[in-house]
């Protein structure tokens, strides 16, 4: 096996898979856009060209939305497609190595120091542009692996799939997708960014509304009315108490981490004209859902809060909860399954030093593919810290390192003819 290990890595074409990541970032594929669409199907022809045999497919939205599980949305869509490429081959893929095309919206365009974000810019060995990080290199180097495959002559004993979704920042409707057609693995990898260290576990994050109710009053004769915005103080302090407790005794595996499970209001609205006091006030957020924590336990929890706030006018007029967008339940890799070992194994052989295995306080498609039965962690390129950032870049090193370290998980796991 050493020799054919020799040969898939001779042929990783690095300068190729750094030459697709940047045209891979150049595509504007934001959530539900027209863009997310064109790069999965880019990806099945990248893909076919591999040697693969490709299953594209238009999602059926109305269908999966009613089906039990489903993970929830937050950006509007008309459609989705599924990408799932598999190598010739009898019985499951012993590995699926998976990775999602969309990336979140630029925010601020100033911001972006001068440059335009889709633009790929290259300074030294850093690639700069939305999605680099999250998780465009990751996607491309699952990729580059299959290619490096097909390129050495390998025939693998067993098959290898590479699995291509949409909609993975806003609940995960593209891997919910994939398992509910079908596409398996007996593991699977996600190049989901994670600075050199192998995440065996993800925390949850639920995606919460408030509406604060106010009463109208005309600004002169503020005391007249009631402000929305200052009934809403004291269930915001609430929240902040709600999380400290709810951070306290994290598991071993956050060790570092001084917030795993955090809860953030990220929009705020109020008011309709400057004059007038506001009578509604609506924020969403997203509540961290500890690890192994039934989701409903976590908004129970949550409801229990807000409700529980004492304030005279709350009291009469009681906040409303809903949980609209995306749902996502914590998810970790089995205790003691050998993939981890394997991967850490592949990364210590290409780095010189083996991995740290930790968590991570955000949620993921892990979640969902740990749901369907399939044993999965996070190893890929970039650190996540630039991932939805105006600064959002990768290091082309971990690029190459993280492409090496696959191609050898990849050989060893699925074996050579």
Known sequence: MHDVEAKVLDAIDEAETVSLLAETVRVPSVTGTDAESELQHRFARLLDEAGMDVDVWKLDLPGLTGRPGFPGTEAPRSEGYGVAAVTPGEGPPALALQGHVDVVPTGDLAKWAGSDPFSARIEGDVLYGRGACDMKAGLVANLAVARAVRRAGVRLARPLAVHCVISEEDGGLGAFATLARGHTAEAAVITEPTSG?????????????????????????????????????????????????????????????????????????????????????????????????????????????????????????????????????????????????????????????????????????????????????????????????????????????????????????????
């Open 197 to 417: 260290a192998v995440i065996t576990a993800n925390a949850g994050a639920l995606t919460f509304r408030l509406e604060i109710a106010g009463r109208a009053a005309h600004g002169a004769t503020r005391y007249e009315g009631v402000n929305a915005v200052e009934a809403f103080w004291p269930v915001f302090e609430a929240i902040r108490r709600l999380e400290s407790e709810r951070n306290r005794d994290a598991h071993e595996l956050f060790a570092g981490n001084p917030m795993p499970y955090p809860i953030e209001i990220g929009v705020v609205r109020a008011g309709d004209w400057a004059s007038t006091v506001p009578d509604l006030l609506v924020a969403e957020g997203r509540l961290g859902v500890r690890l192994d924590e039934d989701p409903a336990a976590a908004r129970a929890a949550f409801e229990e809060t807000v409700a529980g706030v004492a304030h005279p006018w709350l009291r009469d007029n009681p906040p409303a909860v809903t949980w609209p967008g995306g749902q996502f339940a914590s998810g970790r890799l089995p205790a003691g399954h050998e993939l981890l070992g394997e991967v850490a194994g592949a990364v210590a052989d290409v780095t010189g030093a083996r991995p740290a295995e930790s968590a991570a306080p955000y949620g993921s498609d892990l979640r969902l593919y740990a749901a369907g039965g399939i044993p999965t962690l996070h190893y890929g390129p970039g650190d996540v810290r630039y991932a939805h950032a105006p600064r959002e870049q990768v290091d082309l090193g971990e690029l190459r390192a993280v492409t090496r370290a696959l191609a050898l998980l990849v050989v060893r796991r699925c074996g050579a003819l």
